[in-house]
């Protein structure tokens, strides 16, 4: 079945930089759009990065930009999340999300979603 | 951006019950609208897209619907295993944007 399973997250301290990864299975994931949402504890969900299902153009929330950079390796069924100078705001749990169509440009439609990895940022 | 304001940020009804939350967007945002429902330790789940198509292997009763820029999701009849926390989110403008949320409760 579609499962994707992120990982890669952890303690950091301000400053710092994390590579998180999410790996896909049961679909051909070449052909998908993929996403980064997070949640922060006790907020809702705030949409992060997307990435063309050919890595071709990509795009970012404001909060992230010039921070964060997002990538894949289509021969690995891999979706990274390169996070640099982490901020006590970034602390999250981090999301990876499929589009639900293939070949869908910009997405937007998540589904299905990973179930999270854990970014704290803090000294 | 465009701003989703989601209503009520909590409500607790009785199984059986009919559940409406409203989600309203700052802008036309046509029908990129769609609902997800989040449970605790769970990853979020598509429920409906385009405002009211349903989402294969969701049960009937979810339902979504849009009056220009006003959305509403509907539990037709409040089963205990939908207590979750619900969530809006347009597509129609980049950065995509989600509601505040809905926590659902059982009275």
């Known amino acids: 079945q579609v499962q994707l399973v992120e990982s890669g997250g952890g303690v950091v301290q301000p400053g710092r930089s994390l590579r998180l990864s999410c790996t896909a299975s049961g679909f051909s994931f070449s052909t998908y759009g993929m996403h980064w949402v997070r949640q922060a504890p006790g907020k809702g969900l705030e949409w992060v990065a997307a990435?063309?299902?050919?890595?071709?153009?990509?795009n970012y929330s404001d909060s992230v930009k010039g921070r964060f950079t997002v990538s894949r390796d289509n021969s690995k069924d891999t979706v990274y999340l390169q996070m640099n100078s982490l901020r006590a705001g970034d602390t999250a749990l981090y999301y990876c999300?499929?589009?639900?169509?293939?070949?869908?440009?910009?997405?937007?439609?998540?589904?299905?979603w990973g179930q999270g990895t854990l970014v704290t940022v803090s000294s | 951006d465009i701003q989703m304001t989601q209503s009520p940020s909590s409500l607790s009804a009785s199984v059986g019950d009919r559940v409406t939350i409203t989600c309203q967007a700052s802008l036309d945002i046509s029908n990129y609208l769609n609902w997800y429902q989040h449970k605790p330790g769970k990853a979020p789940k598509l429920l409906i897209y385009?405002?009211?198509n349903l989402e294969a292997g969701v049960p009937s009763r979810f339902s979504g619907s849009r009056s220009a820029t006003d959305f509403s999701f509907t539990i037709s009849s409040l089963q205990p295993e939908d207590i979750a926390t619900y969530y809006c989110q347009q597509y129609d403008t980049l950065p995509w944007t989600f509601g505040q949320g809905t926590k659902v409760e059982i009275k």
């Open positions: 990435i063309w299902y050919n890595g071709k153009y990509k």
């Open positions: 385009d405002a009211s």
């Open positions: 999300a499929r589009d639900r169509i293939p070949a869908a440009g910009t997405g937007g439609v998540f589904d299905p």
